[in-house]
């Protein structure tokens, strides 16, 4: 059986991008800001340029240029804010459906024998279609609310190690690095999903007994 492009497009691009969408969920550099601010140490006052970054379930304040760096579960208005909590939700939901979509659609495949079951590849193809288009959705709901999602950014973490610092400050937040991998791997689920449920569209297949049926009958000429 010949393998059209779209369903190994479809193939590679399902797995691809439910890696990429996963790897944005767990990251967390969905936005930063940097700030200065004066603290004590060791040595005294002095003022340090801090790196505030944010993910769906993790926040982390790094000192920039240092190896000073800690991550902690998000907290506060942040966590506490609804539309963070609905895109948790669609983000983990397009994760178990893309996953549920690719098993499926491996299962219509079939690449062990000749003949594909179409409407199961098609059936998976199309929810890992729909699990694109819900990171999409989850995606465009928090860079559109990026700045309004807990604007009170503390830049204390609640356990500070090396750093003292004395006071809350404003940060000027903007998306960063695991936004736009999520960004990546929603197209990449769409188009994927597409592939696979118009793969087998056209296909033939010459080893089916009508096929073969069709092609070897006689024509014959009947006149009346």
Not at 76 to 100: F, T, W
Request: include cysteine; hydrophobic fraction near 45%; proline fraction near 4%.
């Amino acid at each position: 059986m010949h393998t059209p492009a779209s369903m190994l497009m479809g193939v590679v691009f399902a797995p691809l991008g439910l890696v990429l969408v996963f790897t944005a969920a767990i990251t967390p550099q969905w936005r930063e800001g940097q700030a200065r601010v004066g603290a004590a140490g060791r040595g005294g006052a002095k003022e340090l340029l801090l790196l505030r970054t944010d993910g769906l379930w993790e926040s982390c304040l790094q000192v920039v240029h240092s190896e000073v760096k800690e991550c902690w579960p998000v907290s506060g208005s942040y966590q506490q804010d609804a539309r963070l909590r609905l895109v948790q939700e669609m983000v983990l939901s397009s994760l178990v459906l893309c996953g549920a979509g690719i098993v499926l659609a491996s299962v219509g495949v079939r690449c062990w024998t000749d003949i594909p079951l179409r409407s199961v590849v098609a059936a998976g193809g199309l929810m890992v279609a729909l699990a694109g288009i819900l990171s999409l959705a989850a995606l465009g709901i928090y860079t559109r609310h990026l700045s309004k999602l807990g604007i009170e950014v503390d830049l204390t973490p609640p356990e500070t190690q090396e750093v003292n610092m004395q006071k809350t400050l404003r940060v000027t937040l903007h998306p960063a690095g695991s936004l736009y991998f999520g960004w990546v791997g929603a197209w990449v689920q769409v188009l994927g999903g597409a592939a696979l449920l118009f793969g087998f569209k056209s296909m033939q297949c010459p080893t089916c007994p009508k096929q073969r049926l069709k092609d070897n009958a006689e024509m014959y000429e009947v006149n009346c």
